[in-house]
Each structure stands twice: as structure tokens, then as C-alpha cells.
């Protein structure tokens, strides 16, 4: 079983900054990516951010330069922060860990993050 706990969004205006985190707990592969993914009202999911265990991370171009992804191995915590937020960045974000042996996807509860203009 894996859990996650995000936390972080919120409503921000324009130009301003929020940190995104996500703990994840339970028995899983240290061989492992985790991401922020973000979903608006209909349309599919997209990738913002993932970072591997070996700390090699990639971003959506929308969103390079503005926003750093981060780890904690120790803590099994992902964290996004972003800046120079921007309306278009409003979504439900969600924390995300691949595994790849076995390879298995297993998502967090989503976190709303408003960006008012």
C-alpha cells in the first residue's frame, strides 16, 4: 500500500509563488521517478515536472525556469516550487511515483493551485 500526503496549493496571483509537497509512505522500489502532473476540466494530464532517484529531473517547457522540482530520499518527499506563476498554471497537481520493478504508477489525491490574474 502507498500513501501519499500532498500539500501546498492555494490561490496566488499573478507573478506570485507557491511550494507544492508530497510525502509518500508504504513499501515501494527505491528505483523510482516522482512527478507533479496537472489536470484542468477537460483535458488529459500532463507531466510538469519528475525527478529520479539519481536526482535527474525534467520539465514541460511551459513551465522551465519558473518551476524547480526537488527530493528528499530520506523522507520519501517531492516538493515543486514555483514562481513567476502565471493564470495558465492553474490546475489540480498531482504527486506521482513510477516504479519500475515492477513498473506501476501510483498517484496522490491532487491539490488545487489557483492562479488569479
Known amino acids: 500500500q502507498v500513501q501519499f500526503v500532498e500539500s501546498g496549493g492555494g490561490l496566488v496571483q499573478t507573478g506570485g509563488s507557491l511550494r507544492l509537497s508530497c510525502a509518500v509512505s508504504g513499501s515501494f522500489f527505491s528505483i523510482n521517478t516522482m512527478g507533479w502532473y496537472r489536470q484542468t476540466p477537460g483535458k488529459q494530464r500532463e507531466s510538469v515536472a519528475t525527478?529520479?532517484?539519481?536526482?535527474?529531473?525534467n520539465y514541460a517547457d511551459s513551465v522551465k525556469g519558473r518551476f524547480t522540482i526537488s527530493r528528499d530520499g530520506a523522507k520519501n518527499t517531492v516538493y515543486l516550487q514555483m514562481n513567476s506563476l502565471k493564470p495558465e498554471d492553474t490546475a489540480v497537481y498531482y504527486c506521482?511515483?513510477?516504479?519500475?520493478?515492477?513498473?506501476?504508477?501510483?498517484w496522490g489525491q491532487g491539490t488545487q493551485v489557483t492562479v488569479s490574474s
Open positions: 525527478i529520479t532517484n539519481s536526482f535527474d529531473t
Open positions: 506521482n511515483l513510477h516504479t519500475w520493478y515492477p513498473e506501476n504508477d501510483y
